[in-house]
């Protein structure tokens, strides 16, 4: 017997309502996601209190008369939603609100109109604060765009050039008076032969000359120059870079004709200057009577400059590059040697000559003594005006510094102390000078610029992020909301209108194709 199959059960349908599925089981529990307003519940005895009094009606009124007040078109963001802003379709501005992670922006997004008017100030506030400052920094930089730091105390002296030492003696003579203008234009004699004529040789006296140790002689190093102020001078490591440890250099003057003895009892002047500058009355020196033993003792200071220095113009550092400009005596720049060759230009310019045995082309015309008191008119001139004009004589941004200090005695006293051992009367009459480095170390300042790209986007990142709590994702952020995203916006409505327009133009296609209905 065959089994009878059973027929399929039908399906079975379960109707759901899925409005009240989705509706929550204990509706007096449910809060919104964002309340902010508080629930109303029982009053305190001292809010009831307070409710009573005058100052508290008049606060409710008048902020309900500030929050009725109505605001311009341009701030109408700062009127308040009155919702939990889950209702209303939320602007741009709102989203990104939400989303920024600057300080305070989150407040305009379903608080009251009082509150967000008070962000709205304190966030006004603290974005001005940081443009002054911003603004104040760069000012800074700009009046001092340039900023020397030690860099380090413990320079080898042995890698700093020793410097120009120069011994100048003193010119009993005063011929710059008009008597001996006048006499002396009578003849025949010109101002350069005037100058050598009365200039004293100081090379010839010095009789020994020790460089560095006590086996290296230096006589042949030693050369005559004329400094600015129109002395015969004899200077050792002039236009020359030799360097030294700690020994130095030693020199015994000494000679045996009566008036240079006479003059020599006066002493010498020791000028310490950098071996390219021409010495002037303002080079640092050392009086060294006559019959005396004086030691100097040497601190040098180095002053070099950063490569981010490079990137600044000449206006903005203030100061030339050894190689920068050319002059007239020497490759490398130097202030005094520029200041000289201006006030040789300037006396060209005036008086159509040039002074002898000063910073001047070999092709300028030489003064003579006729046109000695134009020269003399020029700088007394100057003197007046106090400063030199057109010169354009910034500071090296690379140079040393030499400090010194001196120790001097008198032979005799020596000798009769024991300290000299020597039977040889007439060594009394030398003069000894020797100069040396104080210390194995020296001292190396360095110049910089004040405020460069990365130090400004510091500035720049410290102040908006104290104020505003501003970062690059802040910036990010912001591009993203103003730019990217109403592009992407605008592209996607663009989208959906033109396969609108698609879908129609396809309709009425198909509508066309069926043809009219019969």
């Not at 234009?185 to 140790?213: F, R, V, Y």
């Not at 480095?437 to 020296?442: E, N, P, Q, R, T």
Request: charged share 20%; net charge positive.
């Amino acid at each position: 017997m065959s089994a009878v199959p059973e027929e399929d059960s039908p399906t079975r349908f379960y109707l759901v309502n899925f409005e009240n599925y989705l509706r929550p089981k204990q509706p007096n529990k449910c809060q919104p996601l964002q309340r902010f307003k508080k629930p109303t519940g029982r009053s305190t005895n001292l809010y009831r209190n307070l409710k009573r009094l005058k100052i508290l009606r008049w606060y409710n009124s008048v902020s309900k008369r500030f929050e009725e007040l109505p605001l311009p078109k341009f701030l109408g963001f700062l009127r308040a939603r009155n919702d939990d802003g889950l209702c209303k379709r939320k602007t741009g501005f709102e989203i990104y609100c939400e989303m920024a992670s600057i300080h305070g922006f989150h407040i305009f997004v379903g608080a009251k109109t009082w509150q967000r008017i008070l962000w709205w100030l304190l966030i006004c506030n603290a974005v001005l604060l940081s443009f002054i400052l911003v603004i104040m920094s760069l000012s800074m930089s700009k009046e001092t765009p340039t900023i020397r730091f030690i860099d380090t105390m413990m320079k080898p002296t042995a890698e700093v050039p020793f410097p120009a030492v120069t011994i100048c003696g003193f010119n009993a003579k005063e011929w710059m008076n008009s008597s001996l203008i006048e006499n002396v234009t009578k003849g025949n004699a010109s101002w350069l032969e005037l100058l050598e004529d009365l200039s004293l040789p100081i090379c010839p006296q010095i009789k020994m000359c020790q460089w560095d140790n006590r086996m290296v002689n230096c006589l042949d190093k030693l050369q005559p120059i004329w400094t600015l102020d129109q002395r015969l001078c004899c200077s050792f490591n002039y236009n020359q870079q030799l360097f030294s440890s700690h020994l130095g250099v030693s020199f015994v003057l000494r000679s045996n004709d009566e008036l240079l003895q006479t003059l020599k009892s006066a002493g010498f002047e020791v000028l310490i200057h950098e071996s390219h500058e021409i010495p002037n009355g303002a080079t640092p020196r050392i009086f060294v009577p006559g019959e005396s033993d004086a030691h100097i003792m040497l601190r040098p200071y180095i002053n070099r400059f950063t490569k981010n220095l490079k990137g600044l113009s000449l206006q903005k550092r203030g100061c030339y590059f050894p190689t920068e400009r050319r002059l007239i005596l020497s490759d490398v720049y130097n202030q005094i040697n520029c200041l000289a060759e201006c006030r040789s230009k300037s006396i060209l310019k005036s008086c159509g000559c040039a002074p002898p045995k000063s910073a001047i082309e070999k092709s300028w015309p030489i003064c003579d003594l006729k046109q000695m008191q134009c020269v003399i008119d020029f700088d007394h001139d100057e003197i007046i005006s106090g400063e030199q004009r057109n010169c354009d004589c910034l500071p090296p941004c690379e140079f040393y510094r030499y400090e010194f200090q001196s120790d001097i005695r008198f032979i005799k006293g020596m000798i009769n102390n024991g300290i000299v051992n020597t039977s040889n009367e007439e060594s009394t009459n030398e003069v000894r000078v020797r100069v040396y480095y104080d210390s194995a170390i020296a001292e190396e300042l360095l110049l910089d610029v004040y405020e460069n790209w990365l130090t400004f986007i510091g500035t720049f990142g410290g102040i908006t992020g104290l104020f505003m709590g501003c970062s690059f994702v802040s910036v990010f952020e912001l591009i993203f909301f103003s730019c990217v995203r109403p592009t992407c916006n605008w592209l996607t409505r663009q989208q959906i209108l033109w396969r609108r327009r698609r879908n129609q133009r396809v309709g009425i296609t198909e509508a066309r194709s069926l043809g009219p209905a019969n």
